[in-house]
């Protein structure tokens, strides 16, 4: 019988944690003005890219809803890793991938000169620039945005780009 109350806190506590953490808000973007190579400013911990530097990920517009994404980067012995996938756009900031998975645009710059991408449940997020750098500014900017977003900041990996 003592059991029920602490079950009741447990899931109130639950309820209480998700609805302080806020909604992921995509913004609509131009796949026409994606295209182009972008560089890897910084990320979440992820299984794809961080081992890798010098990250680069190439946009290559094919239709109003797909575009291709290509992967690239550099492993601490030098060799090259390379990923290729067709992204397919849901419309409002949404990006369906090949397997699945869902990219959310939460930030560009109207000069499609930057732009953060997460995912919906928050696990993974990137910080791209046309540049190989980004003023600090700017980064803060956007991990603040990240930050209010309900993003793990404090997990962030530089990516070195040379």
Known sequence: M??????????CSIGMLQAQNPATKAVDIDLK???GTW??????PNPVDSDLHNVTITYD????KKIKQTL???????????????????????????LGGE????????????????TPDH????????????????YNTLVSKADNMGYAILLMQLTAQQ
């Open 2 to 11: 003592k059991l029920i109350p602490i079950i009741l806190f447990v899931a």
């Open 33 to 35: 003005k994606l295209d």
């Open 39 to 44: 560089h890897e400013i910084s990320r979440l």
């Open 61 to 64: 517009y094919r239709s109003d």
């Open 72 to 98: 690239q980067g550099f492993k601490d012995n030098g060799k090259k890793a390379k990923l290729k996938d067709i992204l397919e756009y849901q419309g409002n900031g949404i990006l369906q991938g090949p």
């Open 103 to 118: 990219y959310v645009i939460l930030n560009v710059d109207p000069n499609y000169e930057y732009f953060m991408m997460g």
């Open 123 to 138: 696990k993974y997020l990137w910080i791209m620039s046309r540049k190989p750098v980004m003023d600090n500014n700017t």
